[in-house]
T-cell receptor, first 116, second 118 residues
Framework: AQTVTQSQPEMSVQEAETVTLSCTYD???????LFWYKQPPSRQMILVIR??????QNATENRFSVNFQKAAKSFSLKISDSQLGDTAMYFC?????????????FGKGTKLTVNP | EAQVTQNPRYLITVTGKKLTVTCSQN?????MSWYRQDPGLGLRQIYY???????DKGDVPEGYKVSRKEKRNFPLILESPSPNQTSLYFC???FGAGRWGGEDTEAFFGQGTRLTVV
């Protein structure tokens, strides 16, 4: 069974600075997807960024980027130029690739606070 | 607009009183799923459905039922709710990686239902 570990229950950062959230996972699969979801106080689950395991290039979405280390089974999220609106719970999630189920396995989350 | 709609958003009920949380998606997704979110535990899958009339248990199915009579709807049923089912519930749908692959793989989530059982 797959597991996802987020070792930082809470983090804080000053506005405009950079912060990195950690995520490690355990799987024997070779084909899979990794995601970071953001959950603001509104409770809505918002996809921040996705990474396909077969792609060596790290995914980027504006101020959000990942450091995907497949051999180390590590998938960290870097937020540059942090904004107050980035304050939220962040979840790392794993999904098996083609031929598997669509089940998302989530980490326990990291609560990020951006301070003015 | 592509969306997953859950109702109600808030619900307070008493132990043993049957309830249903509805979920509907307008994206023609085959795969739908229910998750519960608890503090310190993240989200855990309750049940899922890979197509009409095809459902199966997730990681925490005890005390829950589901049905998939139509592709767009996937209600969650609590026949006899208990206080340990107090939680935040999410419905999600997707069409991608697991069965077909694709670079736009994404699970779309409803807005959540905060359930309190007293």
């Amino acid at each position: 069974a797959q597991t996802v570990t987020q070792s930082q229950p809470e983090m804080s950062v000053q506005e405009a600075e950079t912060v990195t959230l950690s995520c490690t996972y355990d799987t024997s699969e070779n084909n899979y997807y990794l995601f970071w979801y953001k959950q603001p106080p509104s409770r809505q689950m918002i996809l921040v960024i996705r990474q396909e395991a077969y792609k060596q290039q790290n995914a980027t979405e504006n101020r959000f980027s990942v450091n995907f280390q497949k051999a180390a089974k590590s998938f960290s999220l870097k937020i540059s130029d942090s904004q107050l609106g980035d304050t939220a719970m962040y979840f790392c999630a794993f999904m098996k690739g083609q031929g598997g189920s669509e089940k998302l396995v989530f980490g326990k989350g990291t609560k990020l606070t951006v301070n003015p | 607009e592509a969306q997953v709609t859950q109702n109600p958003r808030y619900l307070i009920t008493v132990t043993g009183k049957k309830l249903t949380v509805t979920c509907s998606q307008n994206m023609n997704h085959e795969y739908m799923s229910w998750y519960r979110q608890d503090p310190g535990l993240g989200l855990r899958q309750i049940y899922y459905s890979m197509n009409v009339e095809v459902t199966d248990k997730g990681d925490v199915p005890e005390g829950y039922k589901v049905s998939r009579k139509e592709k767009r709807n996937f209600p969650l049923i609590l026949e006899s709710p208990s206080p340990n089912q107090t939680s935040l519930y999410f419905c999600a749908s997707s069409f991608g990686a697991g069965r077909w692959g694709g670079e736009d793989t994404e699970a779309f989530f409803g807005q959540g239902t905060r359930l309190t059982v007293v």
